[in-house]
């Protein structure tokens, strides 16, 4: 188990859940890609803490849609450490399959959708989420429905966030608060108000 003070203020039961998690998670890559093999011993650091960065971001028990969920980044996370209900969308059916027992053995409140996100059709969350998933534009473009009209996005961006803002300024009107990361050159953008120009 990690050092409990080296991760933000999360309880011990938190801690345990996000463990059972990371234990999972390790061995199941060693099956199906869900991180790289070299992430594995950086995986606390690399993944689990920058995923906790949102937590404060958003409200305790809301819903939350978290696209191309992958290994569960961040949906997993802030489903136990926010205790938010998550539909995760992961076209990947290994990934899903995963995704499915990863809910079951920490508790968690999702709800897994095994499409493709141009293809789902599901009510409007009041948060989306992203994490290394496609460019700002491409996420605007499927995040427009899946939002709730006072909601907002969150997504986890490294070094070329400025560049992909002014692209999705062509074609998007939006507020953008930008919050700097843990990591250098990281950078989570809030963002409300989405509207096509």
Not at 104 to 110: E, S
């Given at each position: 188990?990690p050092?409990?003070t080296?991760?933000?203020?999360?309880?011990r039961?938190?801690?345990?859940?996000?463990?059972?998690?990371?234990?999972?998670l390790?061995?199941?890559?060693?099956?199906?890609?869900?991180?790289?093999?070299?992430?594995?011993?950086?995986?606390?650091?690399r993944?689990?803490?920058?995923?906790?960065?949102?937590?404060?971001l958003?409200?305790?028990?809301?819903?939350?849609?978290?696209?191309g969920?992958?290994?569960?980044?961040p949906?997993?996370?802030?489903?136990?450490?926010?205790?938010?209900e998550?539909?995760?969308?992961?076209?990947?059916?290994?990934k899903a399959?995963?995704?499915?027992?990863a809910s079951?053995?920490?508790?968690?409140?999702?709800h897994?959708?095994?499409?493709?996100?141009?293809?789902?059709?599901?009510?409007?969350?009041p948060?989306?989420?992203?994490?290394?998933?496609a460019?700002?534009s491409?996420?605007?473009?499927?995040?427009?429905?899946f939002?709730t009209p006072?909601?907002?996005?969150?997504?986890?961006?490294?070094q070329?966030?400025?560049?992909?803002?002014?692209?999705?300024?062509?074609?998007?009107h939006?507020?953008?608060n930008?919050?700097?990361g843990r990591?250098?050159?990281?950078?989570?953008?809030?963002?409300?108000?989405?509207?096509?120009?």
């Open positions: 188990m050092d409990h080296s991760l933000p203020d999360v309880s039961e938190t801690l345990e859940r996000l463990t059972c998690f990371a234990d999972l390790t061995r199941w890559t060693a099956r199906i890609n869900l991180i790289s093999s070299g992430d594995v011993p950086h995986l606390w650091d993944h689990i803490r920058d995923c906790l960065q949102l937590v404060p958003v409200q305790r028990g809301t819903r939350i849609t978290d696209l969920s992958g290994g569960g980044f949906g997993i996370i802030l489903a136990i450490a926010a205790d938010a998550v539909t995760l969308v992961e076209s990947d059916r290994r399959a995963f995704l499915r027992e079951r053995a920490t508790g968690c409140r999702t897994i959708v095994d499409q493709r996100i141009e293809n789902i059709d599901i009510p409007p969350a948060v989306v989420t992203a994490r290394a998933l460019s700002l491409q996420l605007l473009s499927w995040t427009e429905k939002l006072d909601g907002y996005a969150l997504f986890l961006k490294g070329h966030a400025p560049d992909e803002l002014t692209d999705a300024a062509r074609d998007w939006m507020t953008v930008q919050i700097p990591t250098a050159g990281g950078v989570i953008l809030k963002i409300s108000d989405i509207r096509r120009v």
